[in-house]
């Protein structure tokens, strides 16, 4: 073997070791590592940078040095703010206890003032049974008029012994906190009722989610009506129907309209492009999402324009920041100034186009910049092809137009964490209830959730809601009308209303 082939041969094994220890790393993080981005960039301002200058957004910048009597004055000036005192809601309900001085003569004490202590107390939740009584009545004048009885109230449940208060609260800790329905179940056993089966809650709970499926469609059509929407996906574990005891892998879609603050989420058996298509159907505007090639499919077979999640490409270089120090850096700095960008927008609620003004000063410089850099380490033949690094550059290069879409149009995010903030729950919640019992089980899951997290989203009162909608489609039909029913567009006082009406 000549020299130059064993120099090309110490070289391809080189890379393969380098391969090899950088993949054995990312499976000790993944299986050992925390789960946190954080990203803390180099403090030091007079080190130099390998790959060129991180753009600064602050255009008067303080000065480095700071004589020790400048900074004494400032230390002594300094005013420690008083600590906050915390307040209970008025609408808590008060129990009074008066303590009185033990003294031997109490009716020779004058009250001249009293200091009062609120401490929060908790009472376990109570289940109580509403008694309808309909006398049977008859008009002894008019013989023939017969026997006259009110009609009972509409229910969810026509003959079954249970309220839509009691089906709202077992929704919520399903689908807000997680609760198996074997757990809650137990519940009821321990508040003492003992013959309501697991079974008859498993039919109470989809009964319910079936109902509200035209509310969900109306949900679905009022996000897929707005211009920008974000969508994501996660998996969804099922019983497979026709083997006992095994399972599938089945999708749950999530798309979340940002500007009315609402999500729908959609469970398909697969993960293919005709399974994020059912609620795209007729989806024409702005589609923010990570990587995944499905919806590069979708954009293709229809008009719709795809922009990508910064926070996603970010991670594909926190990633490589063990294998290739210098060239992550340079990324994660800078794009930790766009976020810092977008925070000081957010802090001063600045409106879409307040928000566009002060991306084109100070974020477009910034992209442009990180983009020629990219195209720079693309044409760099010292970059590994199947390395982490390069895997992060040809991602964030491929799609940098998608990537930095946000910074020309105020109502963009710069990435699409807001529906994955909200899918998470679903990540909880299976690790409690492991799976879903059917494909139409794991859809009622998927209308349950959109409802429950478009109220969240909106600081609506989970349960209120659901038992004042419960009630609502038990009595009505859904109509086109009934979109303004939706959590993200209901009155708010319709609900305070109901809430005052069912304490009372």
């Not at 999530?254 to 007729?282: D, G, Q």
Request: charged share 25%.
């Amino acid at each position: 073997m000549s020299k130059e082939e064993l120099l090309e041969e110490n070289k391809d094994l080189k890379t393969k070791v380098f391969l090899l220890k950088e993949e054995n790393e990312q499976l000790k993080k993944m299986i050992f590592g925390a789960k946190r981005e954080r990203f803390v960039a180099d403090q030091n301002a007079q080190q130099g940078n390998l790959f060129g200058e991180v753009l600064s957004t602050d255009s008067n910048p303080e000065p480095e040095i700071e004589t020790s009597k400048t900074a004494t004055s400032k230390k002594k000036n300094k005013v420690r703010k008083p600590a906050k005192r915390n307040t209970f809601p008025a609408s808590l309900k008060r129990e009074t206890t008066t303590l009185l001085p033990n003294y031997e003569h109490p009716d020779q004490l004058t009250v001249i003032g009293k200091d009062v202590t609120e401490i929060l107390a908790y009472q376990p939740a109570s289940v109580y049974v509403k008694e309808i009584i309909r006398p049977r009545m008859v008009d002894k004048s008019q013989q023939d008029a017969g026997v006259l009885q009110a009609p009972i109230p509409p229910r969810l449940i026509p003959r079954g012994m249970v309220d839509e208060s009691l089906i709202a609260e077992m929704i919520s800790e399903k689908i807000q906190f997680h609760t198996p329905i074997h757990r809650f179940s137990r519940k009821l056993r321990q508040l003492g009722i003992k013959f309501i089966s697991e079974n008859n809650l498993y039919n109470w709970f989809h009964k319910a989610a079936e109902l509200l499926i035209p509310l969900y469609d109306l949900l679905v059509a009022d996000i897929v009506a707005q211009a920008y929407i974000q969508g994501d996906e996660t998996r969804m574990q099922v019983l497979s129907k026709n083997k006992p005891g095994a399972s599938h892998r089945g999708q749950m879609w999530a798309f979340m309209a940002p500007k009315i603050k609402a999500i729908a989420f959609n469970y398909e058996p697969t993960r293919s492009a005709k399974s994020a298509c059912v609620i795209l159907e007729n989806y024409q505007g702005i589609l923010q999402v990570d990587g995944y090639s499905v919806y590069e499919t979708l954009a293709k077979q229809k008009p719709i324009t795809l922009i990508y999640c910064m926070a996603h490409s970010r991670r594909k270089f926190f990633d490589a920041k063990q294998s290739d120090p210098d060239r992550a850096k340079y990324f994660l700095t800078n794009i930790q100034l766009l976020y810092k960008i977008e925070q000081r927008c957010r802090d001063e609620n600045l409106s879409f186009d307040q928000r566009l003004k002060v991306r084109q000063q100070e974020a477009v410089p910034i992209l442009k910049q990180v983009h020629k850099w990219l195209a720079k380490q693309i044409a760099d033949p010292t970059l590994l092809p199947k390395s982490l690094i390069s895997k992060a550059i040809n991602y964030a290069y491929s799609r940098w137009e998608g990537l930095s879409a946000y910074a020309y149009d105020g109502q963009l995010e710069i990435d699409n964490n807001w529906v994955e903030n909200t899918i998470r729950p679903i990540a909880l919640g299976r690790k409690n209830y492991l799976f879903a019992g059917s494909d139409n089980a794991a859809q009622n899951l998927a209308v349950l959730y959109s409802l429950v997290n478009t109220c969240r989203k909106n600081n609506v009162n989970v349960f209120t809601y659901l038992h004042w909608v419960l009630k609502k489609v038990t009595a009505n039909k859904i109509t086109p009308q009934a979109i303004d029913w939706l959590p993200h567009r209901i009155n708010q006082k319709i609900l305070d209303d109901f809430e005052a009406q069912m304490v009372g």
